[in-house]
């Protein structure tokens, strides 16, 4: 989200575009292919649009311990703020998140992503927000993510669950890049903002209504403020 935008303008810009609550209800099937990882720890790099909704939507499931809002895809110098909005940068906005894979595995984390944390279809955009920084891709940092993605798109594109082709990347992690500290949590300290009220919230109540089994009431907050 360009929070250049004064929320009079971002009201009626997300009430024209956003997607609705009804719209995010795909419960999906889970990869064919999920391989089991022993370790306590594993980490995947994401991106679907403003990062504000992905860590949101990523903190509610269970086995996530931590989710960080970056960018991806662009070199360390230009990974700030002001630099990716230019849209010149490579970068897209993402969000890092750590979690446990005898808890919730790759794959599941890949049904939520795909199902309610935003639209696979969607070129260069999602929803009020254009440009290549919210781009859907999946940064994979081991060969088993990198054919679990592949093979997961192809499973879905193949059952035509989405009325237009999926367009998400599945690129090697090259470096993750955290964003400025008043990006972190936004929702948690941001609930009443318009942008938030219109475009995230209803990511929240789609991910509870649709995978209650995921979901946790209380997120995992990255830092108390």
Not at 64 to 86: D, F, I, N, R
Not at 139 to 144: A, D, L, R, V
Request: charged share 20%; with cysteine.
């Amino acid at each position: 989200m360009k929070i250049v935008l004064s929320l009079a303008a971002a009201t009626v810009l997300t009430l024209s575009t956003a997607a609705s609550g009804e719209d995010l209800d795909k419960r999906i099937a889970a990869p064919a292919s999920d391989p089991a990882n022993a370790a306590s720890l594993e980490k995947i790099v994401l991106a679907g649009g403003c990062f504000w909704g992905q860590q949101a939507v990523f903190e509610h499931v269970k086995g996530v311990s931590k989710v960080v809002a970056g960018y991806s895809g662009g070199s360390k110098e230009t990974a700030t703020y002001p630099q990716v909005t230019t849209e010149t940068t490579g970068h897209a906005e993402s969000v890092e998140i750590t979690f446990d894979p005898r808890v919730v595995s790759f794959g599941k984390l890949l049904q939520v992503f795909f199902s309610v944390a935003h639209d696979p279809t969607q070129l260069n955009f999602q929803g009020p927000d254009e440009g290549p920084s919210y781009r859907s891709e999946i940064f994979f940092s081991s060969p088993e993510q990198e054919k679990t993605a592949r093979a997961y798109i192809a499973q879905l594109g193949a059952a035509h669950i989405f009325s237009g082709p999926i367009v998400t990347k599945v690129e090697k992690l090259n470096g993750f890049y955290a964003a400025e500290g008043y990006h972190q949590d936004y929702l948690i300290h941001n609930p009443t903002q318009p942008y938030i009220v219109y475009n995230d919230l209803p990511k929240l109540e789609a991910l509870k209504r649709v995978w209650p089994e995921f979901y946790r009431p209380d997120p995992v907050r990255l830092a108390s403020r």
